[in-house]
Nanobody, 115 residues
Framework: QVQLVESGGGLVQPGGSLRLSCAASGFIFSPNAMGWYRQAPGKQRELVAEISSGSITNYVDSVKGRFTISRDRAKNTVYLQMNSLKSEDTAVYYC?????????WGQGTQVTVSS
């Protein structure tokens, strides 16, 4: 029943912006935290940004000052605003939710930064 659906990925020029959305449904209990991960070819999946149930945020150093994670509780949606995009941001971005010790994942959305 739990489902996470990402959207908003695509092709963007360096220096441009994108906003990713993660629509969540099927939760009985509120997630302890939600976040965005990304995986580029040949690299391990890494945490990009996370937001706790108390709205505390955390970012990987490489995106600090450029990316912002937020959520709309009423819409059960988490967002990742990505500004000043660089080619090294190119990856598949995945939405994640943690409920107790159980992790839920979306299918991912491709972000490509290229001129």
């Amino acid at each position: 029943q739990v489902q996470l659906v990402e959207s908003g990925g695509g092709l963007v020029q360096p220096g441009g912006s994108l906003r990713l959305s993660c629509a969540a449904s099927g939760f009985i209990f509120s997630p302890n935290a939600m976040g965005w991960y990304r995986q580029a070819p040949g690299k391990q999946r890494e945490l990009v940004a996370e937001i706790s149930s108390g709205s505390i945020t955390n970012y990987v150093d490489s995106v600090k000052g450029r990316f912002t994670i937020s959520r709309d509780r009423a819409k059960n949606t988490v967002y990742l605003q990505m500004n000043s995009l660089k080619s090294e941001d190119t990856a598949v971005y995945y939405c994640n939710a943690m409920i107790f010790a159980r992790a839920y994942w979306g299918q991912g959305t491709q972000v490509t930064v290229s001129s």
